[in-house]
């Protein structure tokens, strides 16, 4: 279940605000086992079978969370708790996502025909098992208070407003929230109208984009010799719509937690206007590049060490983080290009130094580089991601245009043109100007009711709605 779909905001998101505050009311409880069992409704509507994954990796990570909060005076054996309940969700994590990429690449490479099973991807299982992991690491360290009630657990890691595609939550962000949260109507109202924000860019602009970048790539997959405006307008498009379709519903996730009351820290901050790769991952993907820091690369060393063992620290963090987006060596490659980018300024410090032209020069470098990341990210090869690649720099004997490129272009110009004008903070500047006007704030509730009818109609109208981090 999307929640950009009819399902969702007129049956599912009604039924459980009324059961949260109305039936529930008056006990704290019985909102969360309400929400509980919603969440696990949820993710059985799409995935039947798999919630008792879910249901499982509840039971563990809320037994290992005990065992480490009270063996806390044993170290080591607290240390082992922390190490076995690591092995569980990775485990898991392989066997469901990378099992059957590991197994080809053993047959590729020793050709012994192993029996390869094909396991179907539970949806959000990368969420969910950082979530878990993150609950047990957080009671270790005591930014958590540890729920001996298992339903609390059961909450922090399947809420489904963050359930399928994040943002990653970290257990200390929450923690407190489970039992004690506060929900007021301005929280109810901001997280709504955060939601209208949300379903907007996801239905409205990234279906829009996503639209004809499937265009571009999939002519160049087939073999078509896409012209070289043609194959950028693709890549942009696609630039534009996994931004407008993550931050949509990283934007949708944290108003509804803010509806009942839960308040997720923000996962993106105008990436595309940053003047550095390393400012681009401060701003995109934001929970995870910090769960990675913190979880991972800090834990490793960080920083605070040789400049060798740094970029091993950086190495190791960027395989994993391409990895974590999907078994296949265009998400390893994608994420090893980062670390080259990264490493190269590290070692430079050319991240460090400014200027009004040099700053200009820096944007268009860390733009280029995210587009063409783009590219071999959405890519379903590396094959493919040459062959597009290439026809973006008129290496396939391409024309530098053609008719295609000129219809798509014609067609998507405003849409463009709204979509990058949205990629920079221009409204969010020009909403503290006017935060005290009164005829603003009538603007902005006509206008988000403009949004919800324009979304809503776009989605009765149309079947067309693909969700890119349903793959990870």
Known sequence: ML?????????????????NFVIF???????????LFASLFFYAWGEPKYVFLMIGSIVVNWFFGLMVSKKRDRHTLCKLFIVLDVI????????????????NIIDA??????????????????FFTFQAMSYVIDVYRQKGEVQTNILYVGL????????????????????DEIKNRKETLNDFFDGFARFVVGLSKKVLLANTFAILADNAFDASKNGDNISVMF????AIAYTLQIFFDFCGYSDMAIGLGRMFGFHFLENFDYPYISTSITEFWRRWHMSLGTWFRDYLYIPLGGSRCSKGRNVFNLFVVWFLTGLWHGANFTFIVWGLMYFVLLVIEKLTGIHKKNGKVLNVFKWLYTILFVVLGWV???????????????AMFGLNGNAFADGMFTGWFEQNVIMLSIGVVLCT???RWLSQKTKNSNVIGFVKAGGLICLMVLSIASLVGSSYNPFIYFNF
């Open 88 to 103: 569980f969700n990775l485990g898991v994590l392989f066997v469901f996502k990378y099992l059957t990429f590991t197994g």
């Open 156 to 175: 922090y890691i399947s809420f489904f407003p963050q359930l399928i595609a994040g943002p990653i939550v970290r257990y200390e962000t929450i923690a």
């Open 25 to 35: 009311r008056w006990s704290r409880l019985l909102q969360n086992i309400n929400l």
């Open 109 to 126: 490479l020793f050709g012994v025909n192993l029996p390869i099973p094909n396991i179907a991807l539970p949806i959000g299982i990368s």
């Open 376 to 390: 071999v990210f959405r890519a379903e090869s590396i094959g493919d991601a040459f062959v597009y690649l290439g």
């Open 425 to 427: 903070p221009f409204f």
């Open 231 to 234: 194959s950028w307008l693709g």
């Open 3 to 19: 929640f950009s779909s009819t399902t969702f905001i007129y049956l599912f998101l009604p039924l459980v605000l009324l059961f």
